[in-house]
């Protein structure tokens, strides 16, 4: 693993005067190293008429034990050494998938976009 990354619990969010909403993130709960890895991107409706946003699924992958995860938390890209693209961009964790004997926690997270 060679990029970093920050995980928040979920965000709380505030409503601006125009009704728009903005999430609020604490202090993170951990904060080094991870690896990202994409699966297919597919497109979705998600709720709102006429709009759809292209959902990208992915693993975020931290050493075993690390922190606690929980469904709903947030990663962010601190750093990656390959792909500056990635820098800045938050992932929520959908997924807690298990592994007897993992190298790693490999965790599914979602991309929104659109």
């Known amino acids: 693993m060679i990029d970093t990354a920050a995980v928040y619990n979920s965000p709380t969010t505030s409503t601006d ?9 604490g202090d993170p709960i951990y904060s080094g190293k991870y690896r ?8 979705s409706k998600p709720g709102l ?8 699924q992915m ?15 947030h990663v962010k890209c601190l750093t990656s050494k390959l792909d500056a693209r990635l820098v800045g ?3 929520r964790i959908v997924a807690l998938p298990e592994k ?4 790693a ?4 997270v979602e991309e929104v976009t659109g």
Do not use: D, N
């Open 17 to 25: 005067t125009k009704g728009f909403k903005t999430p609020a993130y």
């Open 36 to 43: 990202l890895q994409s699966t297919e991107p597919f497109a």
């Open 49 to 56: 008429p006429g709009k759809v946003a292209t959902i990208q």
């Open 59 to 73: 693993y975020a992958h931290f050493p075993v034990g690390a922190f606690t995860p929980a469904i709903g938390q």
């Open 89 to 91: 961009r938050r992932f």
């Open 100 to 103: 007897t004997g993992a190298t």
């Open 105 to 108: 926690m490999r965790l599914q």
